[in-house]
Nanobody, 115 residues
Framework: QVQLVESGGGLVQPGGSLRLSCAAS????????MGWFRQAPGSQRELVAS???????NYADSVKGRFTISRDNAKNTVYLQMNSLNSEDTAVYYC?????????WGQGTQVTVSS
């Protein structure tokens, strides 16, 4: 059984930082490309960043230079360091494999950027 558990969200002021974590159980993590996705109210879920097993990363244009995705294969965990946050980053953040698998979606973690 696969389980992905996101954590680390919260309320942060514009310009602030947060670090999200996603702990993966099951056998999916080791060789999978992992991604962070987000969904803002009224919007479709979008891919924010992805990282291969070997650490090759890709980012959406909207977060390039501000967000950093990383993974610890020994801990089955993927991270998203978010800096210089702004109101447009407000969303529920999820992790999943990339491409995403429907059955793997977890509850996500809420990130709210507001003064």
């Amino acid at each position: 059984q696969v389980q992905l558990v996101e954590s680390g969200g919260g309320l942060v002021q514009p310009g602030g930082s947060l670090r999200l974590s996603c702990a993966a159980s099951g056998s999916i993590f080791r060789f999978s490309v992992m991604g962070w996705f987000r969904q803002a109210p009224g919007s479709q879920r979008e891919l924010v960043a992805s990282v291969t097993h070997f650490g090759i990363t890709n980012y959406a244009d909207s977060v390039k230079g501000r967000f950093t995705i990383s993974r610890d294969n020994a801990k089955n965990t993927v991270y998203l360091q978010m800096n210089s946050l702004n109101s447009e980053d407000t969303a529920v953040y999820y992790c999943n494999t990339h491409p995403a698998v429907l059955d793997y979606w977890g509850q996500g973690t809420q990130v709210t950027v507001s003064s």
